[in-house]
Antibody, heavy 117, light 107 residues
Framework: EVQLVESGGGLVQPGGSLRLSCTAS????????MHWVRQAPGKGLVWVSR????????TYADSVKGRFTISRDNAKNTLYLQMNSLRTEDTAVYYC??????????WGQGTVVTVSS | EIVLTQSPATLSLSPGERATLSCRAS??????LAWYQQKPGQPPRLLIY???NRVTGIPARFSGSGSGTDFTLTISSLEPEDFALYYC?????????FGQGTRLEIK
């Protein structure tokens, strides 16, 4: 079964850091581009970042550029999102998603990040 | 950034009725548009990609149409499990952007 499981969320103070992980199973992780998408409480979906299959091509939303870093370890079947200089507006459920046919297709259940003092 | 505007914000219909959801792009996205369904506490589920291609396993009552700036998701006959939030998304340009969503509720 194709599965993505996010972890690493939690409560952090403004200015703090968190590293999210997304562990993949049931497919050849190293063959797929991956995305992070977030959803603030009661709000819509916002794309955050994407990385190609070998990690050589990365794109970020302007709102996180310079603060967040996406990366992957294909040997560990894991996608990461390092989040620094966190702001209250970064509070959201963070989803990882596997790309298929150019689209975020298979999604994890999400991990909750709360930025608050 | 391409802005996607969905209408209506809320659609109230009864099971068995036909639902028509719209998504308008601020500039042409060609056919690079997808539709997602999201239920409370769940991640989004991809329904339609490239404007009109149904994902494997998605019921045939879901269909997508349009190109350029105007797109439609049609649910031909609503089932109880179809009442949810629906988002459109474009991948014509970075950043990927989503519409604000249409809530489909039971009348």
């Amino acid at each position: 079964e194709v599965q993505l499981v996010e972890s690493g969320g939690g409560l952090v103070q403004p200015g703090g850091s968190l590293r999210l992980s997304c562990t993949a199973s049931g497919f050849t992780f190293s063959s797929y581009w991956m995305h992070w998408v977030r959803q603030a409480p009661g709000k819509g979906l916002v794309w955050v970042s994407r990385i190609n299959s070998d990690g050589s091509n990365i794109t970020y939303a302007d709102s996180v550029k310079g603060r967040f870093t996406i990366s992957r370890d294909n040997a560990k079947n894991t996608l990461y999102l390092q989040m620094n200089s966190l702001r209250t507006e970064d509070t959201a459920v963070y989803y990882c998603a596997r790309q298929t046919s150019g689209w975020p297709h298979i999604w994890g259940q999400g991990t909750v990040v709360t930025v608050s003092s | 950034e391409i802005v996607l505007t969905q209408s209506p914000a809320t659609l109230s219909l009864s099971p068995g009725e036909r639902a028509t959801l719209s998504c308008r792009a601020s500039q042409s996205v060609s056919s690079y548009l997808a539709w997602y369904q999201q239920k409370p506490g769940q991640p989004p589920r991809l329904l339609i990609y490239d404007a009109s291609n149904r994902v494997t396993g998605i019921p045939a009552r879901f269909s997508g149409s349009g190109s350029g700036t105007d797109f439609t998701l049609t649910i031909s006959s609503l089932e109880p499990e179809d009442f949810a939030l629906y988002y459109c998304q474009q991948r014509r340009n970075w950043p990927l952007t989503f519409g604000q969503g249409t809530r489909l509720e039971i009348k």
